[in-house]
């Protein structure tokens, strides 16, 4: 179970890190319209719904949440990928399909950890589970926001003074450094989550014999 919570801990945070500034980084290094960036909302929307759904059809066919989990992982790695590779060049598109990746991903994570959770209710009781689950996603998506819009601040008013260098001398990297951070917590939250796949199940089979 703690392993649990530090992996659900640190993949949420890694998805919700760039929420505040998924936006910004369309207007200000992809040139964006208004209304361009405010449909990144609806395409990380529907990147979501295709997961959710996804997640229901594959775990209705009994297969094991922290593996369906790692699959979200490994999706919201490559999309932050994408994203970061948008900017050097310079295509719309490809940051539309990252920030789709990122809903898809998040979205399998979500579920699948939730499922995970309420696995443990033979343990902890249903409730107990469910209200940990909840505590330490709303505290690390919170938290990562914040966290989030601070470091794409801090970089970015560094890299302007000129304390970074001339490498540093770009709208994009401010963005870039948070994404990386992002990328280097699902990595962590991957090996976190790792030695539990197989075991949601086991439990279960544990629990009815």
Do not use: C
Request: charged share 10%; no cysteine; proline share 3%.
């Amino acid at each position: 179970a703690r392993r649990f919570l530090v992996a659900l801990g640190l993949g949420t945070a890694a998805f919700a890190m760039q929420d505040v500034i998924l936006e910004p980084y369309g207007a200000e290094v992809l040139g964006l319209t208004v209304s361009e960036t405010t449909t990144l909302t609806a395409i990380m929307a529907l990147g979501s719904i295709l997961a959710f759904a996804t997640a229901a059809r594959t775990l209705a066919r009994g297969n094991d949440p922290a593996r369906l989990a790692a699959y979200g992982i490994l999706i919201g790695i490559a999309a932050f990928t994408t994203v970061i590779m948008a900017a050097p060049l310079q295509s719309a598109n490809i940051f539309r399909l990252g920030t789709f990746g990122i809903g898809l991903g998040g979205g399998l994570f979500a579920v699948s950890t939730l499922t995970m959770a309420m696995s443990f209710d033979h343990r902890m009781g249903i409730g107990l589970a469910l209200g940990a689950w909840g505590a330490v996603q709303a505290t690390a998506a919170g938290s990562a926001m914040g966290l989030g819009g601070i470091m794409r601040d801090v970089i970015a008013t560094l890299a302007a003074a000129g304390k970074l260098g001339p490498a540093f001398n770009s709208p994009a990297v401010s963005y870039a450094v948070v994404y990386h951070f992002e990328i280097l917590l699902l990595f962590i939250a991957l090996a976190a989550i790792g030695p539990l796949v197989g075991q949601a199940r086991d439990e279960e089979t544990e629990t009815s014999s």
